[in-house]
């Protein structure tokens, strides 16, 4: 890869815990350009998508949390990923939480005729409004990126549904709702939870995951929640869940991205520094990033 762009989401309205909006600016702190300047011959910043201290506001139709605001930021993003991919460099979004998968697919898809998502998560962000336990967004974006949700969402940047069930490979999942886990039977998604990580390794996952998006996808972006590490990996995380993938696992995985080399526009999210121990998160995500671009020990 020659040149990569990196573009802050500095947003939390998709959830309820603030700090996640701080999640870009711990990441740039700590050293995200020094640790990936030998990988890349240009890394250029863009700064962070401008959010504002917008007042939180409850849709009182679809009991969704800020609604309006977050399709309003997506939006901004989406166009913002899409100038990107277009401009012939690798986009790197830095969240913010989760909700903000739903820009980052929307403007990723425009350039895919069969985009495959990886989607490391200990959650399947497959609620929708009717299903979700607290109206919160972030627990949506694979859901809306499957057109499957509120008009307002899965229309974003003009089109829906941007990624097809069956290109989805979910890993690391360990907390999934009712509605999530009937809609993972009835559309046949790919899911790798904690049981089959343990039971199969890492190693195998990647390999039948490589091999599951390589040949049917033109283009494969990687979602990471770093919930989907466990707590003692990575603490500062809105909705932590024990018994994640440890740091050593999700460095093999990377590193079988990069040799692999289907990656084609990635985001990590869901870092917060207000519940983090001296920015242990956001450093483990800087990490995880040299490995997925291809930075070897030897």
């Known amino acids: 890869m020659k040149k990569l762009s990196i573009i802050g989401m500095p947003m939390d309205l998709g959830q309820t815990r603030r700090g996640v909006d701080m999640g870009p600016s711990a990441i740039r702190y700590a050293g995200i350009f020094e640790r990936l300047a030998n990988l890349f011959e240009e890394i250029e ?37 899409e100038k990107i991919i277009g401009s012939g460099s690798f986009p790197l979004v830095l969240g913010g939480d989760h909700s903000i998968a739903i820009g980052s697919l929307a403007g990723v898809a425009r350039h895919y005729r069969n985009l495959g998502v990886i989607w490391y998560d200990a959650h399947g962000d497959l609620n929708t409004a009717e299903t979700s336990p607290s109206g919160n967004i972030h ?50 998604i790919n899911v790798y939870t904690m049981h089959e990580i343990d039971r199969l390794g890492m190693t195998k996952v990647m390999e039948e995951t490589i091999a599951y998006l ?22 500062g995380v809105g909705t932590p869940v024990t018994g994640g993938i440890t740091y050593r696992e999700s460095h093999l995985a990377m590193e079988m991205l990069a040799e692999a080399n289907i990656i084609t526009s990635a985001e990590f999210v869901e870092v917060n520094p207000i519940l983090d121990e001296k920015n242990k998160t956001a450093t483990a995500a800087v990490a995880l990033m040299n490995s997925l671009f291809g930075e070897k020990l030897l």
Do not use: C, Q, W, Y
């Open 214 to 235: 390589k040949d049917k996808t033109d283009g494969v972006h990687l979602s990471l929640d770093l919930d989907g590490l466990d707590p003692t990996d990575a603490p």
């Open 139 to 188: 627990g949506m974006p694979l859901a809306v990126s499957l057109g499957i949700g509120h008009e307002r969402l899965t229309k974003i940047n003009g089109f829906t549904p941007k990624v097809k069930p069956e290109n989805i490979v979910i890993i690391g999942a360990r907390s999934l709702d009712h509605g999530e886990k009937d809609l993972i039977k009835e559309l046949g």
């Open 45 to 81: 910043d863009l700064g962070d998508i401008p959010i504002g201290r917008p007042e939180v506001k409850v849709d009182p139709e679809s009991n969704l949390r800020n609604l309006e605001l977050v399709a309003e930021k997506n939006e901004l993003l989406a166009r913002e990923v």
